[in-house]
């Protein structure tokens, strides 16, 4: 399929960026001293590529990878307590095909959604800087282009939400960014008529399940 190949090689050049010393500096060493619960693995230590469905109808936007989770299994919200949470919602609401997600082999599957986030590498505190989001934010852009069907975008937490206004303010989709306000379970239609953006965190699964079948 040609969007799937596409996403793919989009997906390694991710893999393959260095356009971001502190961030590249962070994971390394992350994944050089791991964390005691996970002396014995062998972390990711790169940055984390997107996951899911190429025909993926929604879109499920965070902040960044996890040090210890992502940085580690090299798959997005997994390995950690923010996948613990994600894949038993995306579960109920019909979108993965098992509700826990381990590692990279672990079998998980998505149907008609695609994961991403705003920052490919973790960052320190989990706080990417202003330029850092700006050198990731071309990849959203590709993502976006390349992802067809796509009719939903979830933003997981506020930086996540201002990511996708910018790629919107970005690309022609609205002159300005005024009349969107963060909020948890916020909804608004962007101007192209194609994507709603929401937000949430707590109420993800309410939300998520709603999108569902929009």
């Known amino acids: 399929m040609a969007g799937s190949a596409s996403l793919a090689a989009l997906n390694a050049r991710i893999v393959a960026c260095e356009l971001c010393p502190r961030l590249r500096a962070h994971c390394a060493q992350v994944a050089r001293v ?21 025909r993926a109808r929604v879109l499920a936007l965070g902040l960044a990878p996890g040090a210890h989770g992502s940085n580690r299994t090299g798959r997005m919200f997994t390995g950690d307590g ?7 919602v995306l579960h109920a609401a019909g979108f993965a095909s098992q509700p826990r997600a381990t590692s990279l082999d672990d079998g998980m599957q998505l149907t008609g959604l695609w994961v991403s986030a705003v920052a490919h590498c973790a960052p320190p505190g989990n706080k990417p800087s ?12 590709e993502e976006m282009r390349l992802l067809k069907n796509l009719r939903v975008v979830v933003c997981l937490g506020r930086i996540a939400f201002d990511g996708l ?4 303010a970005r690309t022609g989709k609205f002159p300005a960014r005024t009349g969107f306000t963060f909020a948890h379970g916020a909804e608004y239609e962007l101007p192209d008529g194609l994507i709603r953006g929401f937000q949430a965190r707590a109420k993800a699964g309410r939300i998520l399940m709603k999108s569902r079948h929009a």
């Open 34 to 54: 791991r964390r005691r619960a996970y002396a014995d693995c062998e972390y990711w230590g790169r940055p984390v590529p997107s996951f899911g469905d190429a």
């Open 82 to 88: 923010s996948g613990d949470f994600f894949y038993p």
């Open 130 to 141: 202003p330029e850092e989001l700006r050198n990731c934010s071309h990849w959203l852009d």
């Open 165 to 168: 206004l910018n790629h919107a």
